[in-house]
């Protein structure tokens, strides 16, 4: 009987375990069903706002091809008003009234009869040149050779480097001979049309959708990425990389802007995507090349060169880079050349381009609100526009090679500028001089003065363009400062994005370098709410973070010691202040920052990058002492 009472018990237990385990079941059912329709309502408006970009993508570029095909949004005379106030095209204007001055003394001294049209390509006559017989040698390839540019006026600067810093040093018999990088691939074509481009971001917004109902999907089983964005990830990453890199052009230029921002304030992917993007483009087929180049050179424009490599060895976001070798004109010399062709229907996609990234970046979430990517884009337009005119980036190259040549430090530490082909030089081609040597973020095999050196000279470089020239090469892509080993020489190239600062702005901008470097709390503040980068209503997270992110950069400036830049952990520093401003900040800064900052977060990075151990206060201190301030306030070191 007791057995029996035993086995009732047991089974009595089993349909209690038995019955727990059904409602735990149940249950979790329910819980998973419930996670299921919350996710169900997110995929749904993730992909439906994704998509919705997408359409408005396709929408609004078809309305503009039916209604004005290829026109401009601007009429002629708006451009014209746009184009005199433009600080990016400050050599080029001043290059055409010297021309029309000249043109205006030659006809009014002359009595010739009314002279040819000239060439519209060309900012003076052009001269004959000397024929050359085709053929089929091509050159060999050469380093790296992004795009190219200049800036204007001079003023002599008293030597503040050291005589032995002022030495040419001879080359290293040790030192190792410089790689010749491989020729780039062919690739797809480009998308050249408005509409053709439209549909191409338009694909990228469908499969940023897919990509998020994929990511969505999984979480439904697994909780490890909850809390992450479901668009921002690696996949998503991969294919916003894919298409910036095939589209070229504006596209790809502004996310190579947006990789040069602290990588603090950007989304693991998008910051994974971007890094991607820095790397470059593809290059295009040979059938684009060609009708390139006939469009702007002639149908013989193969026998303008001794000899042409068909294939680049350099792509950039509006451009590729071919080597060439042409007869000099004068001496009958042959001269190796580098011919930069720009992609075909970047120039004219510019506006429609950046609206479409802006309208997924934005829509997408892809972008912190923080960074004010409305600015970013704007400014990013205006710099675009002039960059795809290549007569404005020979005018900045020649501007800027005479510069450095009057300049004795340069011409101490052998710092030069390729000479640009005026006769070959095009809307969109530029040809110049090529100029050997690497990367200089590649000298790591140098001693610790040459690094020093050069890192000084960077520096000594940027200053000078910012408050002397006050005409700086805004883009710090290492590619553009070339360093030949054999001869110490450091070969400065690719002027498109150089633009003019106003006295005003200059007058401002170095007493806030000033208060920085000394620590000046009252000075910062007081100057930076003058020129826009606080509105006096922050509060006090906000205010710390601009103090403290400025104090910081003033760092290599204030002691008359050496300053080693690796060992600092400087931008890991600057990181974490302006990781704040995403919070915390009421305005974005003047424009004339976003470009500006680009360029000395790179002259810093490049010092990290060389490990140089740089003394910089009594550059500074010379910047300061000789400079005239035209704002009316006391001079902060005479007064």
């Not at 401002?508 to 208060?515: D, E, M």
């Not at 500006?596 to 002492?625: F, P, Q, W």
Request: aromatic share 6%.
């Amino acid at each position: 009987m007791s057995s029996v009472n035993s086995w009732t018990k047991v089974a009595a237990g089993a349909r209690l375990v038995l019955g727990a385990a059904a409602k735990q079941t149940v249950d979790e059912a329910s819980i998973v069903a419930k996670r299921a329709t919350n996710h169900g309502i997110e995929l749904g408006y993730k992909a439906r706002q994704t998509a919705a970009a997408s359409q408005s993508i396709l929408a609004q570029n078809m309305n503009e091809v039916m209604m004005r095909r290829n026109k401009d949004a601007f009429s002629t005379d708006s451009q014209e008003a746009v184009r005199k106030n433009n600080p990016y095209e400050s050599q080029l204007r001043k290059q055409q009234e010297q021309q029309n001055q000249e043109d205006l003394n030659g006809s009014s001294n002359s009595s010739e009869s009314v002279p040819d049209i000239p060439n519209p390509y060309l900012l003076h006559a052009e001269q004959p040149m000397a024929t050359p017989s085709p053929t089929e040698t091509k050159a060999a390839g050469g380093e790296k050779y992004d795009d190219i540019s200049t800036t204007s006026s001079a003023s002599q600067f008293d030597q503040s480097m050291s005589s032995n810093e002022n030495q040419i040093r001879q080359p290293q018999e040790d030192q190792p001979q410089e790689e010749i990088p491989a020729l780039l691939k062919e690739g797809r074509s480009i998308p050249s049309s408005r509409f053709g481009r439209a549909a191409g971001f338009a694909s990228l917004g469908f499969g940023l959708a897919m990509g998020t109902a994929s990511e969505l999907a999984s979480r439904l089983v697994s909780s490890e990425r909850r809390g992450s964005s479901v668009i921002a990830t690696d996949a998503n990453a991969d294919r916003l990389a894919a298409t910036l890199c095939r589209m070229r052009g504006a596209a790809l230029k502004m996310g190579q802007m947006l990789s040069i921002q602290d990588e603090s304030l950007l989304p693991p992917a998008l910051l994974k995507a971007l890094k991607q993007v820095r790397q470059g483009a593809d290059a295009m087929p040979n059938h684009q090349l060609a009708k390139q180049l006939t469009s702007q050179l002639g149908s013989d424009w193969r026998d303008k060169f001794e000899s042409f490599e068909d294939l680049p060895f350099a792509a950039a976001s509006i451009g590729q880079v071919h080597r060439a070798t042409i007869k000099d004109e004068t001496t009958g010399e042959i001269r190796n050349v580098c011919v930069k062709v720009q992609y075909p229907g970047v120039a004219n996609s510019i506006e429609s381009d950046l609206r479409n990234l802006a309208m997924l970046v934005t829509m997408t979430g892809l972008a912190p609100r923080g960074l004010f990517i409305e600015n970013v884009i704007r400014v990013g337009r205006d710099e675009l526009k002039v960059e795809c005119n290549y007569l404005n980036e020979m005018a900045n190259q020649k501007a800027f090679k005479a510069l450095v040549a009057n300049d004795p430090v340069l011409q101490a530490n052998n710092f030069s500028v390729p000479d640009v082909v005026e006769s070959l030089t095009t809307e969109q081609i530029l040809v110049t001089d090529f100029a050997p040597g690497g990367t200089i973020d590649k000298v790591s095999h140098l001693d610790q003065e040459e690094r020093n050196r050069i890192g000084r000279s960077i520096l000594y470089l940027t200053m000078k363009e910012l408050f002397e020239w006050r005409l700086m090469q805004t883009d710090p892509n290492w590619g553009n400062f070339l360093y030949d080993v054999g001869t110490n020489t450091t070969s400065l190239i690719d002027f498109g994005a150089t633009r003019e600062y106003d006295k005003k702005f200059v007058d401002g901008y170095l007493r806030i370098v000033w208060a920085n470097a000394n620590r000046d709390e009252e000075t910062l503040m007081e100057m930076s709410r003058k020129m826009g980068f606080l509105t006096g209503e922050e509060n006090e997270a906000m205010l710390h973070a601009h103090k403290m992110s400025g104090f910081t950069v003033g760092e290599p400036f204030w002691e008359n010691e050496p300053f080693d830049f690796k060992g600092s952990q400087i931008s890991t520093r600057m990181g974490e202040h302006t990781s704040v401003f995403l919070k915390h900040r009421l305005t974005p800064p003047p424009e004339e920052v976003y470009t500006l900052h680009r360029k000395l977060a790179g002259a810093y990075m490049l010092c990290i990058k060389l490990n140089a151990i740089v003394e910089s206060r009594d550059m500074l201190e010379t910047i300061v002492s000789k400079h005239v301030f035209e704002d009316g306030l006391p001079h902060p070191i005479h007064d």
